[in-house]
């Protein structure tokens, strides 16, 4: 005995199912385009221009009789260098140092510029930060402070020969 099996009939789209179809892909289409246009916009927002680098007000800098006294007493250890790879910024290095102060003065005040240099001795990329304000609020006579400095935008292409962490202003209690 034979099975008979039942007949199917296979509707082909209309032209109605097949307009819904096409207006849903491309709302789906746009849809997606505005979400990532919306997040791109979101974060180019948020990092902002760079602006002008932090400046310690009523410091003592460079060209000043007691800059040179006291800068050489404001001692960095060998600066430490971490990269690390981003997916919005890029490479990114951390430079951080232990800094000692020497002077016999509290350090009430300190702006620190650390920067990468190529085979040159060029910046490849420097930053300065004022971290005295700010990490702590002073600095005693013979004691020490970890200073980090944080620098973005670079490339792996860039020549990266040595990395130099520098006192660039101070003032005293």
């Known amino acids: 005995m034979t099975q008979a099996l039942p007949n199917r009939v296979v509707e082909m789209p209309s032209e109605q199912d097949e307009s819904r ?23 180019r927002s948020t990092a902002g221009p ?5 400046r ?25 260098a971490d990269d690390a790879t981003t997916v919005l910024a890029g490479l990114q290095m951390f430079l951080r140092a232990t800094a000692h102060n020497f002077t016999g ?26 971290v005295i304000p700010g990490r702590q609020s002073e ?9 980090p400095v944080k620098l973005e935008g670079l490339k792996d ?7 130099v962490m520098e006192v ?3 003032k005293f209690k």
């Open 21 to 43: 179809r096409t207006l849903i892909i491309v709302v789906a289409i746009v849809a997606a385009i505005l979400v990532v246009g919306f997040f791109a916009l979101l974060m």
């Open 50 to 54: 760079p602006g002008p680098p932090p």
């Open 56 to 80: 310690l007000e009523a410091a003592i800098r460079e060209g000043s009789p007691e800059f040179e006294q006291y800068r050489s007493r404001i001692v960095f250890d060998e600066p430490v």
């Open 105 to 130: 003065k509290t350090i009430t005040g300190l702006e620190v510029r650390g920067a990468v240099l190529d085979h040159n001795g060029k910046p490849v990329k420097e930053r300065v930060v004022v």
């Open 139 to 147: 600095l005693e006579p013979n004691k020490s402070m970890v200073v």
């Open 157 to 163: 292409t860039d020549d990266r020969a040595k990395v």
């Open 168 to 170: 660039t202003a101070f």
